[in-house]
């Protein structure tokens, strides 16, 4: 396991430096700088993040050989041929579901996400568009309970570091099958169920940035249950 010290502002650099030259040549003269300042960094932090965790929430796991998305594009569907990320991010999910994060599957779950980029770092916990079979699961619960959804971003701590649920990529009208004077209207028509908030420069450079994470998806642990448990994935006292 290493140690998380810090991530250096030479990860910006790098990050900045691969927007301004996305391609091959110049990824590899410089990929002893991703290694060294982005990859490595990451993977101690998932180690830390991992340990915090633990404590809270036992079924949420963070593993450096998964937890890490790839820096390369999948540009096989994509008019945009550059082939790598420009931001750098990590992915800690409940510990029975699907690794296969973003690939359309109904096997994720929900979890916690950190994303690095150059002027737009953040946290996040919950499920991210769902797939389908997924997604009329949780407005099925939602519909029937909706308290008990209502409770899992009611909380002072999510609304003061949150501001609330994300309504992001909200439908205009409620999804059919629902009328639309339901008492739920307004969490029915989301495709996503996230909390997140920016980190300045100074908590993603700090030492203290797992404690800083491990604060905020603390806060989000009732909305990533609420999800999960409605998923079929239970909570845990122990690792």
């Not at 140690?3 to 996305?22: C, S, Y």
């Not at 990859?39 to 929430?57: I, N, S």
């Not at 109904?106 to 996400?113: F, V, W």
């Not at 993603?204 to 989000?220: E, G, T, Y």
Request: with cysteine; glycine share 8%; hydrophobic share 40%.
């Amino acid at each position: 396991m290493d140690t998380f010290r810090a991530i250096r502002p030479a990860a910006f650099t790098f990050l900045r430096g691969l927007k301004k030259n996305n391609r091959r040549e110049w990824f590899e003269a410089h990929r002893a700088e991703y290694e060294g300042e982005v990859r490595e960094p990451l993977k101690a932090l998932v180690d830390e993040l991992d340990v915090r965790l633990a404590r809270v929430a036992p079924e949420i796991v963070g593993d450096p050989r998964r937890s890490m998305f790839r820096i390369h594009r999948d540009i096989r569907f994509s008019k945009d041929k550059s082939p790598y990320k420009t931001n750098a991010g990590v992915w800690l999910p409940h510990r029975d579901a699907s690794r296969r994060v973003g690939r359309g599957d109904d096997g994720g779950g929900a979890g916690y996400y950190f994303h690095l980029e150059p002027g737009q770092c953040f946290a996040a916990g919950g499920i991210w568009m769902p797939a389908q079979p997924s997604l009329k699961k949780l407005r099925a619960a939602i519909a029937a309970n909706p308290k008990a959804f209502t409770a899992s971003i009611g909380g002072a701590a999510f609304r003061r570091r949150f501001g609330g649920l994300s309504d992001e990529a909200m439908l205009k009208r409620v999804p059919r099958g629902y009328p639309p004077d339901h008492p739920a209207a307004k969490w029915l028509r989301h495709q996503s169920f996230i909390a997140w908030r920016s980190l300045s420069r100074a908590e993603v450079l700090s030492r203290r940035l797992p404690d800083i994470l491990a604060r905020d998806f603390a806060a989000m642990l009732p909305l990533v249950r609420w999800v999960n448990s409605v998923l079929g994935y239970r909570p845990a006292t122990r690792r």
